[in-house]
């Protein structure tokens, strides 16, 4: 669904609520409380939208229950003053950016204040993130790519500078990892959570770090490219595919957000492995809203709260308006 279908097919919050029921409660509404299918729909006139109430609300006929909630009750909307309708086109602008969409960008197409469309962006990028997605097989090539501010010369790169870590099944997904570093560990670490120990190939550069001789990758067929003797395709063997993605990664660094925080950086990530997954999905509006409605909600004071593994820089937005 693009953004002109969106703007069509849900012009109003009536429309944008049956719509998230439907996404959230496929088989029908529940109660949010004890599950009980005996549901009473309420319709309460709204007056201002500052009110935070939604205009279509449930109450459970369980009599040792009771509860009223509404479509958005638990869920990544729960608790926004920021209309429906607005919802579902920041997400559209979203799944459709192949280079992402920045939070000046949405600011200027809702016409909201800054914060709202900042943390609006990192809300709809939360629901994105994938952590139990199958492990890779056949053929996985892995490389690894630094992002952070400038820098002179090869030594000093970890210093301002954050791995991230790609790993690609040929004709299959892509992962984007943010390590603390590239030590050879902390790579093993990660490989292991996302590739399948039965995997076919493994293809990497020359890096010292990658040594799976006595790790449980040790059956699969490992081949280098020796990028360090100007090698970048021998046969069947090369990063490129893996390396083609770092580069739009890179483009949206620099050409869409200018600059970001590294702390929010594996929200980013998670965005680009998201939509790079589903490039071909023509559902992918329809699959986003449905994966928020089962996400729990993320209190602004979590989105700010401090990095594991970068000293905390406040880069968000410092303005009191609601959002």
């Known amino acids: 669904m693009k953004l002109i279908e969106v703007t069509k097919a849900f012009a109003t919050e009536e429309q944008c609520l049956a719509y998230l029921e439907a996404k959230r409660w496929p088989n029908g509404v529940r109660c949010l409380t004890c599950g009980s299918k005996e549901i009473s729909h309420i319709t309460r006139a ?13 109450q459970c006929l369980e009599k040792t229950c009771k509860a009223q909630f509404s479509a958005t009750t638990g869920t990544i909307f729960n608790g926004s003053h920021l209309s429906l309708d607005k919802w579902y086109m920041a997400i559209a602008l979203i799944v459709d950016a192949k280079k992402g969409m920045s939070a000046l960008q949405l600011q200027r197409h809702l016409k909201v204040n800054y914060r709202t469309a900042w943390y609006l962006a990192h809300r709809i990028r939360e629901a994105m993130d994938d952590p139990e997605g199958l492990k890779l ?17 090869h030594a000093r790169k970890l210093r301002n500078k954050d791995v991230v870590l790609g ?40 890096a010292g770090a990658y040594d799976f001789r006595i790790t449980k990758f040790l059956a699969a067929k490992h081949s280098k490219i ?21 580069s739009l990664l890179k483009r949206a660094v620099i050409g869409t957000y200018h600059q970001l ?36 909600p993320m209190p602004y004071s979590k989105l700010i709260e401090q990095h594991a593994f970068t000293p905390f820089v406040r880069h968000e937005p410092k303005t009191s308006e609601p959002f």
Do not use: W
Not at 46 to 58: G, L, P
Not at 184 to 193: N, P, S
Not at 236 to 245: D, G, I, K, P, Q
């Open 137 to 153: 097989t056949g053929t996985v090539e892995i490389d690894e790519t630094y992002i952070g501010g400038k820098q002179k010369g």
């Open 167 to 206: 790993i690609r099944q040929r004709g299959g997904p892509l992962r984007l990892v943010q390590v603390k570093d590239n030590k050879q560990g902390t790579l093993y670490d990660a490989i292991e959570k996302h590739v399948d120990k039965g995997v076919d190939k493994i293809m990497t550069d020359d």
């Open 261 to 296: 925080s590294i702390k929010h950086l594996q929200r980013y990530l998670n965005e680009f492995s998201y939509r790079f997954n589903r490039r071909e999905d023509a559902d992918m509006f329809e699959a986003t809203v449905a994966r928020m409605a089962g996400v729990k």
């Open 46 to 58: 709204v007056t201002k939208k500052s009110d935070n109430k939604r205009a279509q609300i449930y």
């Open 226 to 246: 020796r990028h360090t003797r100007g090698e970048y395709v021998k046969g069947e063997v090369h990063t490129n595919t893996v390396e083609n993605s770092f």
